[in-house]
């Protein structure tokens, strides 16, 4: 039997002081130089020892707090607390946009997400570089600074600035490029920015009007993704499905059919 979840605000609470600490981390090993430690699925995909030190971090960190918890992370897997009786489980991606980081683009963040019975109900998102942070929990409203966000109030496709990303397999990648040749015609222009977590949280108060991406993992859109949906826009897949690795589409209500039935229409979950 579980126990009694926390509410999504005290998650919230344990979820900003790890991920400050966990960004402080990552920007002084930043500072300190940064090299490749190990690739995964191609050899562009890289593996930091900042990565793994930030994630293990967090690990520690959040089993000191809540040690009944389960942790998804994005470097280890499952943690120690795997299969634990809480209900509440972790996910973590230590450095949302590792490519950036190891080059010094300021485009890179810890992403905290808490999970009560299978739903995402608390989320951070903090960028390594500038020390912005978004916060969302559920029904609970998006936060940056202080200030409510509100997503993007565009209503025609043709005038919305869409950000997107690829993945690192090069035959995803030519899917995905031709998708975006057929797209962009359609759309104001397209960003690749390089950190999902971040486009989700940028869309979130309208500095983008709408993202889709093909290849996400849970670390990737746990705590973005609700920052999003908390902000307005519908977080979905194709066809109905929910947002997952086939495609995430995070769009203002009024922008989400006509992106979603262009998208639709050019396979943007096909492909490798």
């Given amino acids: 039997m579980t126990r009694s979840a926390p509410a999504p605000a005290e998650l919230l609470t344990i979820a900003i002081d790890v991920a400050r600490q966990a960004a402080a981390t990552a920007h002084r090993m930043r500072a300190e130089g940064v090299s490749v430690a190990a690739t995964k699925s191609t050899v562009t995909d890289v593996v930091t020892a900042a990565d793994r030190a930030v994630e293990r971090q967090v690990l520690d960190a959040l089993h000191r707090v809540r040690p009944d918890d389960a942790v998804l992370g994005e470097e280890y897997g499952a943690g ?22 190891l080059y010094g683009l300021p485009y890179c963040a810890v992403s905290l997400a808490a999970e009560v019975d299978g739903e995402v109900v608390a989320g951070v998102v903090r960028n390594v570089a500038t020390g912005e942070e978004w916060t969302a929990t559920a029904g609970g409203g998006a936060w940056r600074d202080g200030q409510r966000l509100r997503c993007s109030t565009e209503v025609d496709l043709g005038q919305a600035l869409v950000a997107t990303g690829f993945g690192y397999d090069p035959a995803r990648r030519s899917h995905q490029a031709r998708v975006i040749a057929e797209l962009i015609p359609h759309v104001r222009d397209i ?19 709408a993202y889709y991406e093909k290849g996400l993992a849970a670390w990737d859109q746990a705590a973005g993704g609700l920052v999003a949906a908390e902000a307005g826009l519908r977080v979905a897949g194709l066809g109905g ?16 059919a006509p992106l979603h039935d262009r998208l639709a229409d050019l396979d943007a979950s096909g492909g490798p």
Avoid: Q
């Fill in 80 to 101: 120690a607390a795997d299969g634990a009786i809480s209900g509440v489980r972790w996910i973590v991606d230590p450095i949302d946009g590792t490519v950036n980081y």
């Fill in 241 to 256: 499905l929910p947002a997952g690795p086939d495609l995430v589409i995070a769009a203002p209500p009024a922008l989400f």
């Fill in 191 to 209: 960003r690749r920015l390089g950190a999902a977590a971040l486009d989700l949280c940028l869309a979130a108060e309208g500095r983008v009007d």
